[in-house]
């Protein structure tokens, strides 16, 4: 793929002229079952054009990490990406999608953490669907920007989070920062990183909404929320809905992978 410029990733970011109302969805690893149900709690409905459309005119965004681990990621990732482009949606790339992305353009990477699951899932399509998929794929994860500015700048998503000095700029620090957030170099009883807790610092007077890592619940801290409730690790699916700040979550149906694996 050709290589990105700072300064457009910066443009894909600003987006402060679409107002909302939005629903924020977290962390959907390929549970699909779970995120129609959320979506049908929400009010959207099915949509010949862009698979889900709210009849109130609200619109999805996704924090990313929408592969890996979970049983029906082809379907989860085709609906987020007719919504984005059918533009009754937005999305950030969470590390996961990013992964996926790498491997199918034929990088070196780690197959563990539920990689397994997309590959063997996309390589389950019929030939000519898969590499149409595949293709589609590439252009929606490829084309997206690292974090999202809405609402006038009132609203922030990143799928790790992001510091106010970062917001609507890029660069591979910020990048990297987006994607992954800051390891500590230790890991929790789980074998997952221990990373740091930007938001305990945060400041800024944009809310931050973010994903990433899984949390049992979504608490206010410093006008950021990570709203990632581990539905593939048997948790829920939660969304948040704005400006209203409520909470909307759904359980996930089954333990879908075990957490560190």
Not at 177 to 189: A, C, K, Q, R, V
Request: glycine letters at 12%; one cysteine or more.
């Amino acid at each position: 793929m050709t290589p990105v410029s700072p300064e457009e990733m910066a443009a894909r970011a600003d987006r402060r002229a679409e107002r909302g109302p939005f629903d924020i969805v977290g962390d959907v690893h390929g549970c699909y079952d779970e995120l129609t149900e959320l979506l049908g709690l929400l009010g959207y409905q099915p949509d010949e054009v862009s698979a889900m459309r709210h009849p109130d005119g609200r619109r999805l965004v996704f924090v990313g990490d929408l592969v890996d681990r979970g049983p029906k990621i082809v379907a989860a990732v085709t609906l987020a990406r007719r919504m984005v482009e059918a533009g009754q949606a937005f999305c950030v790339p969470g590390n996961h999608d990013n992964k996926l992305l790498r491997y199918l353009l034929g990088h070196h990477v780690q197959i563990k953490h539920g990689l397994a699951e997309s590959i063997a899932q996309t390589e389950a399509l019929p030939e000519g669907e898969r590499a149409d998929w595949i293709a589609a794929y590439e252009r929606f994860i490829g084309g997206l920007g690292t974090h999202l500015l809405l609402d006038g700048g009132q609203l922030v998503v990143a799928h790790a989070g992001i510091r106010e000095t970062d917001q609507g700029r890029d660069s591979p620090r910020i990048r990297a920062f987006t994607l992954y957030g800051i390891p500590t170099g230790e890991h929790d009883e789980n074998g997952l990183p221990i990373r740091v807790n930007w938001a305990a610092d945060y400041t800024g007077p944009a809310a931050v909404v973010y994903g990433h890592t899984p949390v049992a619940e979504p608490v206010w801290q410093n006008n950021t929320l990570n709203i990632d409730t581990g539905c593939t690790f048997g948790g829920r699916l939660t969304a948040l809905r704005w400006p209203e700040r409520e909470l909307v979550s759904v359980p996930a149906r089954r333990v879908y992978a075990v957490r560190g694996k």
